[in-house]
């Protein structure tokens, strides 16, 4: 399965019991585009910001930040900031991002957990698909964020699609 694949929207599963217990079976409906103002943040929180810095730069309460991300997740259908961001990319969302070098440091099976992360797995989900410990995860995540210079998952995943480590197959949804 590709990236763009695992980030497309899917029909709801035959059980919706199991639904209630797996995160990788929840649907993902796009219920609407995102507004200006959710591009806006979401944009914020992929260059790596906090709540508190975007609350700051927009001139917003940082709960009503929390209150965007959580609209942005409804939005989407994404399990996290991170995968939010992946799809955000997909759907051509943000529009022109400046492009970033593509920094050859990054392994093959960092660039494995960085599309783990982008379809909004946890480090467990990443570690059992890639057959290591959620630990293994969380180190091989460190080092991606000194690679790439970021400090979040989501900066992490919008850094990897601007300098082509994640590519989306296929044409971009909007």
Known sequence: MTLAEALAPH??????AAARHSQEARPRRLRRPLTAREVEV???IADGKTNEEVAELLGIARHTVKSHMAHILDALGAM???????IAH???DFGPRRRMAWNP???????QV???VAVGMTDVQVGRKLWVSQHT???????????????S???????AFRSGLLVTRGPARR
Do not use: F
């Open 80 to 86: 996290n900031s991170a995968h939010a961001v992946a």
């Open 153 to 159: 998952r989501a900066q992490a995943v919008d850094t």
């Open 114 to 116: 960085l599309e783990g």
């Open 90 to 92: 997909c759907r051509g």
């Open 105 to 111: 440091d990054v392994s093959y099976r960092e660039v």
């Open 137 to 151: 995860i969380k180190s091989h995540l460190r080092r991606i964020y000194v690679k790439l210079g970021v400090t």
């Open 42 to 44: 979401l944009a914020l």
């Open 11 to 16: 029909a709801a599963p035959a059980n919706p």
